[in-house]
């Protein structure tokens, strides 16, 4: 098993680590199915990539947006298909775009959570690689988000 710091950056099996809750699986019956895969033309890849790699081109008509994580000071994106789930897993920020004329993008954001998805943001306009304008929000709404759950996870042990 790898452990994981609080930087979500694996450490060895000596120093005290936490498990990443973005690592853990939902039990259930789609426990064995992936819920998001990257999508290349026609072929399907399952490694996430950097959001910058991504956000060069218009979204794919066959998407309806990318799952966004902050991974060693990176964002990396997963898209999520239309094909797929239309749940967003919780704690986990997926952003569409759309041109809105000569070299800008409306940007949108949706945070998942447990009962609903809620719209984090919008950032209207913005030009060329606009990775670096949305990354401050989500790595402080994942953190946040994580820091939130770890809470109630607490205090659910303590009141038990």
Request: hydrophobic share 40%; glycine share 8%; proline share 9%.
């Amino acid at each position: 098993m790898t452990r994981y710091d609080r930087h979500d950056r694996p450490c060895p099996d000596r120093s005290p680590a936490i498990q990443s809750s973005s690592r853990r699986r939902p039990r259930g019956d789609g426990a064995d199915r992936p819920v998001l895969t990257l999508v290349r033309g026609s072929e399907a890849d399952r490694a996430p990539v950097e959001l910058s790699t991504l956000t060069r081109t218009p979204m794919p008509a066959d998407v309806r947006g990318a799952i966004v994580a902050p991974v060693h000071g990176r964002l990396m994106a997963t898209w999520m298909p239309l094909s797929g789930p239309s749940r967003i897993p919780q704690g986990r920020v997926l952003l569409s775009w759309t041109p809105s004329g000569e070299d800008r993008t409306d940007v949108t954001a949706h945070l998942g959570l447990a009962g609903a998805q809620v719209l984090l943001a919008v950032w209207p306009g913005v030009r060329g690689d606009w990775s670096g304008v949305v990354r401050p929000t989500v790595v402080e709404v994942t953190e946040l988000h994580a820091a939130l759950r770890l809470a109630t996870v607490v205090l659910d042990r303590l009141t038990d």
